[in-house]
């Protein structure tokens, strides 16, 4: 069974920073694509920045802002998020595709106050 557990949400003001942290129970060298989704109230949920081998993609509306990144000694992966902005407000969930797989954490709310 593989478990993602986010963390690294909270409240911050337009324009400042946090960095969300998925930490997951196997190695992530097992997995073919890792990212970030979010689902913002009433909305459907969009992909943020996912990471593949070599590549690494990111929604039009936060490039120049997020950036992805994975630590293998530790199992993490993590969005660092600059330039918040209250449209990015948030629940954001880790994701990890293995094979035909779909692996899910239980999400964390960013909130960005105005």
């Known amino acids: 069974q593989v478990q993602l557990v986010e963390s690294g949400g909270g409240l911050v003001q337009a324009g400042g920073s946090l960095r969300l942290s998925c930490a997951v129970s196997?190695?992530?060298?097992?997995?073919?694509?890792m990212g970030w989704y979010r689902q913002a109230p009433g909305k459907q949920r969009e992909l943020v920045a996912d990471i593949t081998s070599g590549d690494e993609n990111y929604a039009d509306s936060v490039k120049g802002r997020f950036t992805i990144s994975r630590d293998f000694a530790k199992n993490t992966v993590y969005l660092q998020m600059n330039s918040l902005k209250p449209e990015d407000t948030a629940v954001y969930y880790c994701?990890?595709?293995?094979?035909?797989?779909?692996?899910w954490g239980q999400g964390t709310q960013v909130t960005v106050s105005s």
């Open positions: 994701n990890a595709v293995r094979f035909s797989n779909n692996y």
């Open positions: 196997r190695s992530i060298f097992s997995f073919t694509a």
